[in-house]
């Protein structure tokens, strides 16, 4: 269960580098990765919980490269991260999602202009115990929907669907402030008529904390949760994935599938940069230096590559 990032400090969701001297992903110039040591300043972080331990990784390697720079990583959700970043507060936003029309009318309104980066993918993974005996290893959508839509009286495997096993059903996830929360939401259980994307039943298990969400389906006997695919592979020794049937047969969430979007439930993981921050040298060292290095920290952390030809496009939008 991922509960720390070596070399930081953790302290009320907030993860903060500490100047270590770490082996990091370039050479002594900084050439492959936008470092060179001599940068300083503070660079502030908030957003997604899926992307943080991406991003935190890319910080570790570059802190050690550029030591008098200070990272911080925290995570509030992507929409809690959108609220911040869209009044100047942070420089850097992780994102699960692409920004919201609202939220960049927000940024306009404060004067906050910022560029999209592609970092990475990713699979929303629906998990249970590796104890369970849910009567199924594949869940259509309209089996999600059964479970986790607002009008869901749901409480056993079989109430989502006769073939299931009579096993009590307990659910969890990401709460509202999440990405993932809202991928899932306009995926699986789609719009109301005025085109908003409907909210599912609140009598789940809800956390900003994916952790949480691990503790509380693997300590279940029919727990039933969500969350991005680095979680479930960190994890993969107290849950089980489901394949999902998305229309054409059950697909299972594995790199290969995710990459190609064949998994249902594929998204692109971002971050979004202040183009102010971006004038700074040290968000602009680090900001190259986490896509030029963005497919063995992918690969280091268990998270699924962008493709290289995204990532190419994503770097040459960043000044050198």
């Not at 302290?11 to 903060?16: E, K, L, M, P, S």
């Not at 050439?31 to 899926?50: A, C, E, K, R």
């Not at 570790?60 to 911040?84: H, K, L, M």
């Not at 609140?202 to 956390?207: P, R």
Request: charged share 20%.
């Amino acid at each position: 269960m991922r509960k720390h990032f070596p070399g930081f400090l953790v302290i009320a969701g907030v993860v903060t580098l500490a100047p270590l001297a770490l082996v990091a992903c370039g050479g002594d110039d900084g050439s492959s990765g936008g470092g060179g040591g001599g940068l300083s300043g503070t660079i502030v972080v908030d957003g997604s919980s899926t992307v943080a331990p991406l991003t935190s990784a890319a910080g570790e390697a570059f802190n050690g490269e550029n030591p008098g720079v200070d990272i911080e990583v925290r995570t509030s959700g992507t929409g809690g991260g959108f609220q911040v970043f869209c009044v100047g507060e942070t420089d850097i936003s992780d994102a699960s999602r692409s920004i919201t029309d609202d939220e960049a009318a927000a940024c306009k309104k404060s004067g906050v202009e910022y560029q999209e980066v592609r970092v990475a993918s990713d699979g929303i993974t629906v998990v249970t115990s590796t104890d369970a005996e849910v009567g199924t290893t594949c869940l259509t959508f309209d089996q999600l929907e059964a479970a986790w839509s607002p009008k869901s009286t749901a409480k056993s495997w079989k109430d989502v669907d006769p073939s299931f096993a009579d096993v009590e059903l307990t659910l969890a996830g990401p709460g509202s402030q999440s990405g993932t929360y809202d991928f899932f939401n306009e995926e699986v259980l789609g719009e109301d008529a005025k085109g908003e994307t409907i909210e599912p039943r609140q009598d789940y298990a809800a956390s900003e904390d994916d952790n949480v969400t691990v503790r509380a389906v693997s300590g279940a006997s029919g727990g039933m949760g969500y969350f991005g695919y680095s979680y479930f592979s960190e994890n993969s020794d107290q849950l089980k994935a489901f394949e999902i049937d998305g229309g054409k047969g059950c697909v299972a969430p594995t790199p290969e599938t995710i990459t190609s979007g064949g998994y249902p439930l594929s998204r692109p993981l971002f971050i979004y940069v202040a183009r102010a921050a971006l004038a700074r040298p040290e968000v602009k060292g680090f900001v190259r230096y986490y896509v030029q290095n963005a497919v063995s920290l992918a690969g280091d952390q268990r998270f699924v590559p962008a493709p290289q030809d995204a990532l190419d496009a994503a770097l040459a939008t960043i000044p050198e």
